[in-house]
């Protein structure tokens, strides 16, 4: 019971901050404001999908789905923090 409490606050965390990011980037134009706004919401998708997993009674594993949304995230914020110049 808590425990989907917790996805879900940490769904809409990281959803607020892909979007506080985004909002940044439109403002600034600072591309890490981007990349980082693109982990956020492959971190969103996760949790969106963790919440979806773990809270109905579904009898397919979605643990590969749900990890796919955040490396994907994860690998584009390596790269800009490699790749990208300031």
């Known amino acids: 019971m808590f425990g989907n409490l917790v996805y879900i606050l940490c769904a809409a965390t990281s959803t607020l901050c892909a979007i506080l990011l985004l909002r940044g980037y439109h403002q600034s134009r ?5 990349w980082s706004a693109v982990c956020f919401i492959g971190l ?11 809270g109905t009674a579904l009898t397919v594993d979605l643990s590969l789905w749900r990890i796919v949304p955040a490396v994907i ?14």
């Not at 600072?30 to 981007?34: G, K, N, Q, V, W």
């Open 73 to 86: 995230g994860a690998g584009a914020l390596l790269y800009a923090l490699v790749w990208e110049t300031p």
């Open 30 to 34: 600072a591309r890490l404001l981007l």
């Open 44 to 54: 969103a998708l996760n949790n969106v999908l963790l919440v979806i997993d773990q």
